[in-house]
């Protein structure tokens, strides 16, 4: 039998390889507000205090609850609260790799296990515009 | 002008549901008619067992490790080759109406162009910021869409919203509060996807995309070919067909599928005999993929069950092909009737009892695997009647269709054209067909290749967390049509299984250039 591993909430993880300094992608998705610039199909939001509430291209508010922001290393961490998940925790990770080379880490731990996979696919196109913007910054 | 193509699809549909392939539940007169009148093929196999990787086939005429949506919730590239594309550029209309599928369906973010279309509630994208690159969405130039049930804003849920909204909440609900495939049961039997629909049947999605699909011929000029891909939803489940339909095929009338063990000691024994996942989904203790209800556990589906969805699944398939007739009508009333070549089939089938399992998954046999394939072209060509015993894929359709159009068929698509009879499959070395399967969903991998020849029906399990790439499956199609004695490990075919296994690596290592692999974006 092969053995397997414990798999008891969806956990997925999409990361980018960034030509830009750590400081400058941190720059781009440390501010709360700032989302809507690089998640694709989150078109607003608003945020209060550590309660930030987005709402998608299809028109769906979602409040979320910002957990951590640390410049220190560089990590954000946030959880949607909406009553349709019993867990979520997305963790934006940026992570020097050279001066002018980062990697860029979503990772996207949800209950139910469907909706952690809804999350992580706009995870991608995120880290998508995420780069996009971080290399367009210069020096 | 040339041949116009009328390109029938439905979803999750056996090969014996039809009365002409010996299907005893359901009356399927005007498919029936047109097989008489055309090409019939017994062994028509798709690319893959699911939605998106199969119909993303249809499309490109690649298979999905070319295409790179190799499993449901990976969308097809929007740069991938395109057989409406070519046809439009031949001077083509092009419609697509019904389910497409090529873009996942959950879609929270508005990402793809199916759901935003769907949303903005057009039909037609020769806008700029819409895939401006090709002027329309894949090469259609038209696009309507429903899906299974009412859901999510596709054009169907559109219409029912606005003009029948009270008749919604009589519709199963596909999906359960976490996204899950519903398990919930309905009917007189409890069976998972069953509800009795008290929806108007001329309000049903399958009448609905035969009425949108006469608006639109109605609208094509007489001195323009169309290609036009009808698609429907069904028979796929939820099983709620309009209940005023129901008493068509009386469940308790229905006799047990011919390869349904009733002996729960005898199903599991079968079980046993095949690769492990086959068991472990009975019995309650893997769910390797999202396509079945994950709630949902094989072992507790009852004789009563089987005979009951197979009785709905029977009404819709009639439902479709008396909707198909209705489309034929009014071909005929445009005075098209002998002008027209019309090709039906199905992404990939679906279980209904075989084995003691319902739905689909990593499961390679002739339930999932053998479909309906019928093509009558166009009476103007006097066409001769035949039926095909030789395998043939659905990777063959684009190049099929750019044929009836009088293209040749572009580098890119991997399927010839489809042969019009055994001899010429002979003289084409139509000898043997390709399946793959591809998951990875929370943690278990599974990976599937399978080779079906006229004689043989050989499965490969690849390394993944299920299988250790040790596992495999091996049916004599002649002695065992029901794929019922695995014989892998059997000593006196060893060359076969080694002349099968060879084939799989040609397959494998074909030459050709492959997309990337896409990204798993959603579940469906």
């Known amino acids: 039998m092969v053995p397997r591993e414990v798999v008891n909430v969806a956990s997925l993880r999409h990361e980018r390889r960034i030509a830009a300094t750590a400081d400058v992608v941190w720059d781009v998705v440390r501010r709360p507000e700032s989302i809507p610039t690089w998640f694709p199909g989150i078109v607003s939001c608003t945020v209060e205090g550590d309660v930030r509430v987005i709402t998608t291209a299809t028109g769906m508010e979602i409040p979320e609850k910002i957990m951590t922001i640390d410049s220190t290393i560089r990590r954000f961490a946030y959880r949607v609260t909406a009553p349709l998940y019993t867990f979520h925790l997305g963790v934006i990770d940026v992570i020097e790799i050279g001066q002018f080379d980062s990697l860029c880490v979503y990772s996207t731990t949800a209950e139910p296990d469907t909706l952690a996979l809804l999350i992580a696919g706009g995870t991608v196109g995120a880290l998508e515009e995420i780069q996009r913007l971080a290399e367009a910054v210069k020096g | ?524």
């Open chain 2, 1 to 524: 002008m040339g041949r116009r193509i009328l390109f029938i699809t439905t979803d999750q549909q056996r090969y014996d549901t039809l009365g002409v392939n010996g299907g005893q539940l359901s009356r399927t007169p005007v498919l029936d008619k047109l097989a008489a009148q055309g090409i019939r093929y017994e062994r028509c196999q798709p690319t893959s067992v699911v939605c998106m990787p199969s119909r993303s086939s249809m499309l490109t005429g690649q298979f999905p490790s070319t295409h790179g949506a190799w499993m449901n919730g990976v969308p097809l590239a929007i740069d991938a080759p395109s057989v409406a594309e070519n046809l439009h550029d031949a001077g083509y209309a092009t419609a697509l109406i019904g389910k497409a599928h090529f873009e996942p369906f959950m879609d929270p973010f508005g990402l793809y162009a199916e759901n935003a279309l769907a949303n903005l509630g057009i039909p037609t994208i020769e806008q700029d910021w819409f895939d401006g690159r090709r002027g329309v969405h894949r090469g259609f130039d038209y696009l309507e869409f429903a899906t299974h049930g009412v859901m999510g804003p596709l054009h169907y849920a559109k219409y029912m919203n606005e003009h029948h909204a009270d008749a919604i909440s009589g519709f199963y609900q596909v999906v359960d509060h976490s996204l899950n495939v519903n398990a919930a049961g309905g009917g007189d039997t409890g069976a998972p996807q069953v509800k009795f629909n008290p929806v108007p049947r001329e309000w049903y999605h399958t009448d609905w995309v035969a009425d949108r699909t006469i608006r639109w011929l109605e609208e094509q000029r007489d001195d323009r070919d169309w290609f036009c891909w009808m698609s429907f939803p069904d028979p796929h489940h939820p099983w709620d067909p309009p209940k005023s339909e129901i008493a068509r095929v009386p469940w308790r009338e229905v006799p047990l599928p011919v390869n349904y063990p009733e002996s729960a000691s005898e199903r599991e024994a079968l079980l046993d005999a095949k690769a492990r996942h086959w068991r472990e989904w009975y019995d309650g203790r893997v769910v390797s993929n999202y396509e079945a209800p994950a709630k949902w556990v094989p072992s507790t589906l009852t004789s009563d069950q089987v005979r009951e969805v197979n009785a709905l699944n029977a009404v819709e398939v009639e439902l479709i092909d008396e909707a198909i007739g209705r489309v034929l009508k009014s071909i005929e009333a445009k005075g098209w009737g002998d002008d027209v070549d019309v090709i039906f089939t199905s992404d990939h089938g679906e279980l209904q009892g075989d084995f003691g399992l319902l739905f689909k998954g990593p499961y390679h046999v002739d339930g999932l695997m053998r479909l309906p394939l019928i093509w009558r072209p166009a009476l103007s060509t006097k066409p001769e009647p035949s039926v095909v015993r030789a395998p043939v894929s659905l990777v063959s359709l684009a190049a099929t269709f750019l044929d009836v159009a009088g293209k040749p068929a572009p580098s890119w698509a991997e399927g010839a054209v489809l042969p019009s009879s055994d001899d010429e499959a002979k003289a084409r070395s139509f000898d043997a067909t390709f399946t793959e399967w591809d998951s990875s969903f929370f943690g278990i991998d599974v990976h599937v290749r399978t080779v079906v020849t006229e004689d043989y029906l050989y499965t490969e399990y690849l390394p993944g967390t299920m299988h250790d790439g040790s596992e495999g499956e091996l049916y004599v199609l002649g002695d065992d049509p029901l794929q019922r004695v695995n014989r892998f490990d059997d000593p006196a075919l060893a060359s076969v299984r080694a002349t099968l296994a060879e084939q799989l690596a040609g397959h494998e290592h074909r030459p050709g250039e492959r997309a990337t692999p896409g990204i798993l974006m959603a579940p469906v």
